[in-house]
C-alpha cells in the first residue's frame, strides 16, 4: 500500500453565527482538505484550517508546505511503514504544525483503512462517545446570553465562554450567562491570552467572589508569558489551563516543570498531528495533569482524528470539539455524529470518511 499521490483542496462551510474570540473573527469556516491516494485506491483524509493568528498558518502556506517540502518525500513510502512517514512529516521542516497535521491525520487514516481498524481503536477503544462543551463567542451580555440558552436547549451541559477583551465588561458577559443558565451547565473560560498577568489575578478573583462557578480558564495571558501563567496559576483557585502556550511535547515539558499551568488543552494543529498529541497526553499523564482535547474551527475531519485520540486516553478527559457543530452545513461524508452535547465515534475503518462535497483542487 504505496503512497502514490498528495493533493490539497479547500472547502467553505458557513457558520451558524459569526466566531468571535480575542484573537479574530470568522464569518465563514474553511478548511483545506488533503487527500493522501495509494496504489492500491485507497484515500487518507486529513484537514488544516488556518489560524494564522494562532499558529501562522494560512490555506496558502499549508498547501506549499505539503506540496513543495512534505509531499515530495513521502511518494513511494508503504503506508506499513508508518513511524518512518510520521518521522519524515515531523522532521521535514520546522514549524507548519498544521500541514504536518494534515498530513500525520492522513496517514493514521490509511494505516488503519489497511487493518480494518476504527481510529478510535487503534488509540485504545476506551469510550465510543464522548461529550464535548459548546463555544459561546464573544459579543455583548445579552447576545452572549441567548446563544448560551439555545446551547442548553440543543442538549449542552458544559459551556465555553469566550472572555479576554475588557475585564470589566468579561465579567458582566460571565454573570449573565450564569444568571441564564442557572448552577447546573459547567462554564468554563477562554481568554485567547486576552488579559495581562494581574489584571488577569485581579479579575480571575473577582469572578471567584461572585461564586460564578468556573470550571476552568484557559490562556488568561499571552502564549509566550510564561512567567506570567505562572504568576496567574500560583494566584488564583480556579484552575488554569494552557492553550496558545501548549503547542509541542517540549513546550508541555516546560510548562509541568515550572509547574505553569493546571491543565492543557492539546489541539491537533498545534502538536503537529495525532502522533504528538499523543505524546502529549502521555507526558500529561505521567505527571497527573488533566488534559482537554481542543480544536481549531475545523471541519469535521480534524474533529474526527481529535475525538477518536481522546476517545481512546483515560488523561483526556474534557473535550472542546464542537467546530463541525458551530458550522450550519456538513460537507463531510462520515466520520463522527453530533447527538445533543456529545460526538458518537464511527465503527468503520480509519475516520470513517467516505467523501467530502463541495472539494476542488487547489
Ligand atoms: C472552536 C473551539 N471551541 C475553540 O474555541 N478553539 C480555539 C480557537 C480556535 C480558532 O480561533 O480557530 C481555542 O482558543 O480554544
Ligand atoms: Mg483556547
Redesign the pocket.
Known amino acids: 500500500m504505496k503512497i502514490t499521490k498528495i493533493e490539497a483542496g479547500k472547502i467553505s462551510i458557513p457558520l451558524k453565527v459569526p466566531?468571535i474570540?480575542a484573537?479574530?473573527r470568522?464569518d465563514t469556516a474553511e478548511d483545506l482538505v488533503i487527500k493522501v491516494h495509494t496504489d492500491d485506491g485507497a484515500i487518507g483524509w486529513g484537514s488544516a484550517?488556518a489560524?494564522v493568528?494562532?499558529t501562522g498558518d494560512s490555506h496558502a502556506s499549508v498547501a506549499a508546505a505539503i506540496k513543495e517540502v512534505m509531499a515530495p518525500q513521502l511518494i513511494g513510502l508503504d503506508i506499513d511503514d508508518r513511524e518512518e512517514i510520521l518521522a519524515r512529516i515531523s522532521r521535514s521542516m520546522a514549524h507548519n504544525t498544521s500541514a504536518k497535521a494534515a498530513l500525520d491525520i492522513a496517514v493514521h487514516d490509511l494505516f488503519c483503512q489497511h487493518y480494518g481498524l476504527p481510529l478510535y481503536r487503534f488509540f485504545g477503544g476506551l469510550r465510543t462517545r464522548i461529550a464535548s462543551?459548546?463555544?459561546i463567542s464573544l459579543n455583548d451580555p445579552e447576545t452572549m446570553v441567548r446563544h448560551a440558552l439555545a446551547a442548553v436547549q440543543r442538549g449542552y451541559t458544559s459551556l465555553?465562554i469566550?472572555v479576554g477583551t475588557d475585564a470589566a465588561l468579561d465579567i458582566r458577559r460571565v454573570q449573565a450567562v450564569r444568571h441564564a443558565v442557572g448552577p447546573d451547565v459547567a462554564i468554563r473560560l477562554?481568554a485567547?491570552q486576552g488579559w495581562k498577568a494581574k489584571e488577569a489575578v485581579r479579575t480571575i478573583r473577582r469572578l471567584e467572589d461572585l461564586d460564578l462557578g468556573i470550571e476552568f480558564i484557559?490562556?488568561p495571558v499571552a502564549a509566550r508569558d510564561l512567567d506570567g501563567l505562572k504568576f496567574v496559576t500560583d494566584h488564583v483557585a480556579t484552575d488554569i489551563m494552557a492553550?496558545?502556550a501548549a503547542f509541542s511535547p517540549y513546550d508541555v515539558f516546560q510548562l509541568l516543570s515550572r509547574h505553569a499551568c493546571d491543565l492543557l488543552?492539546i489541539?491537533l494543529m498545534k502538536a503537529g498531528g495525532l502522533q504528538a498529541a499523543a505524546q502529549i497526553a502521555a507526558l500529561a499523564g505521567a505527571c497527573g495533569v488533566t488534559c482537554m482535547m481542543?480544536?481549531?474551527?475545523?471541519s469535521k475531519i480534524g474533529i474526527t482524528a481529535a475525538a477518536s485520540l481522546s476517545a481512546g486516553t483515560p488523561v483526556i478527559t474534557l473535550n472542546?470539539?464542537?467546530?463541525a457543530d458551530?458550522m450550519a452545513a456538513d460537507p463531510v461524508s462520515g466520520g463522527i455524529v453530533y447527538d445533543g452535547n456529545e460526538l458518537c465515534l464511527p465503527d468503520a475503518p480509519g475516520l470513517g470518511i467516505a467523501d467530502v462535497a463541495g472539494w476542488e483542487a487547489w
Open positions: 466566531f474570540t484573537l479574530r470568522v484550517p489560524t493568528v494562532i462543551d459548546l463555544t465555553k469566550k477562554d485567547n484557559e490562556q492553550d496558545e488543552n489541539k481542543g480544536c481549531m474551527l475545523e472542546d470539539l464542537d467546530a458551530l
